[in-house]
């Protein structure tokens, strides 16, 4: 497993973080135990969480971070760098901003307390309020750093525009702010800049954040790094494409309609096609190519993926040290 210090921080992390965004709900605890176990086997010391997590199921709480709580007080969950987040809106009410301080104080004394944790290493705000001036944002976030709380913070699912508001306040205030984003990123490509199925406030990388990411070099740690495995699942269907389209009748490719109304386009047809030429020619997973590409950039990343099943940990971890070729970059964009 390779090894980064996180950009202007102290963090030293692995590469590739694992997310346990369907801890509690499609994969038991046993399962995530194995999974996180057999993460930690391979090097792997970076776990995203989130205090939304299993929340939109009635009843069942912050379960996610509940799992992953009990599993830091395992022997093997020693130097684990934890990020989670907070500030995620109600699922009971998805239209009504929770980007205040009391319900931001709320999530992280609940994250804190069932991860078994003084502080949080890396902190996202996990939705944005446009309507809340970024220089109270930051103010409270850094606050939540001199009180020993969080050591570091980053936001996810907020637009460039307000990217550049809060890289102007920070500068103006004499701190550093955010020290990463993490929205939705990865070689395949959505049809739209916001949402997925029902969700329309998250949001995607476009070619003018990856621009601003390219001019000021802020990390990108992208969540969906994969696109839910999309190029995968693709190959496992037995999907046949060419020039763009496919040619040959595919079995079940195992991706919600929601998702594969974005993500299954010409674009990304093309791009499976040139993934499936390199993987007869070179033996490398399309998984781990697919994985290879975010690594492959002008500024720092590191990709935020999951999986379903431990078996599935290896096939993530073998493309921690793999790139792929300038010419691949340049053809398929950014």
């Known amino acids: 497993m390779k090894?980064?210090?996180?950009?202007?921080?102290?963090?030293?992390?692995?590469?590739?973080?694992?997310?346990?965004?369907?801890?509690?709900?499609?994969?038991?605890?046993?399962?995530a135990f194995e999974?996180?176990?057999?993460?930690?086997?391979?090097?792997?010391?970076?776990?995203?969480?989130?205090?939304?997590?299993?929340?939109?199921?009635p009843g069942a709480g912050n379960c996610a971070e509940q799992i992953l709580g009990e599993w830091l007080k395992t022997a093997k969950a020693s130097d684990i760098v934890v990020a989670t987040k907070g500030g995620h809106y109600?699922?009971?009410a998805p239209q009504v901003s929770r980007i205040r301080e009391s319900e931001i104080r709320k999530d992280l004394e609940e994250s804190l307390q069932t991860l078994h944790r003084d502080c949080i290493d890396l902190y996202w705000l996990h939705r944005d309020d446009p309507t809340v001036p970024a220089e109270d944002i930051l103010a409270l976030l850094e606050q939540l750093r001199t009180e020993g709380k969080i050591r570091y913070y980053?936001?996810?699912?907020?637009?460039?525009?307000?990217?550049?508001?809060?890289?102007?306040?920070?500068a103006e205030n004499h701190i550093q702010g955010f020290c990463a984003v993490s929205n939705q990123w990865s070689l395949a490509r959505k049809k739209s800049a916001y949402g997925v199925g029902n969700d329309n406030t998250t949001v995607a990388v476009s070619e003018e954040e990856y621009k601003w990411h390219v001019q000021t070099g802020m990390p990108l740690i992208p969540y969906s790094s994969t696109a839910s495995g999309l190029f995968d699942r693709l190959y496992q269907a037995g999907v046949v494409a060419k020039d763009g389209k496919?040619?040959?009748?595919?079995?079940d490719i195992n991706l919600p309609q929601p998702l594969l109304d974005e993500f299954l386009n010409e674009r990304n047809l093309y791009i499976y096609e040139e993934l499936c030429r390199r993987h007869e020619q070179e033996?490398?997973?399309i998984f781990a190519l697919s994985i290879a590409y975010l690594f492959s950039q002008p500024f720092q990343v590191i990709a935020l993926?999951?999986?379903?099943?431990?078996?599935?940990?290896?096939?993530?971890?073998?493309?921690?040290?793999l790139t792929m070729d300038k010419a691949f970059v340049e053809k398929f964009g950014k």
């Open 3 to 31: 090894y980064v210090t996180l950009r202007n921080t102290d963090l030293r992390v692995s590469n590739i973080s694992m997310g346990t965004g369907s801890f509690g709900d499609r994969i038991d605890k046993k399962s």
């Open 35 to 57: 999974i996180l176990d057999r993460y930690c086997e391979l090097g792997g010391n970076f776990i995203d969480t989130a205090n939304a997590y299993c929340k939109w199921i």
């Open 90 to 92: 109600d699922f009971a």
């Open 154 to 170: 980053g936001a996810s699912n907020f637009t460039l525009a307000r990217l550049r508001e809060f890289e102007k306040c920070a």
């Open 246 to 251: 496919v040619i040959a009748p595919a079995g």
């Open 283 to 285: 033996g490398t997973s």
């Open 305 to 321: 993926s999951s999986v379903d099943v431990p078996e599935q940990v290896a096939g993530l971890v073998s493309a921690s040290e």
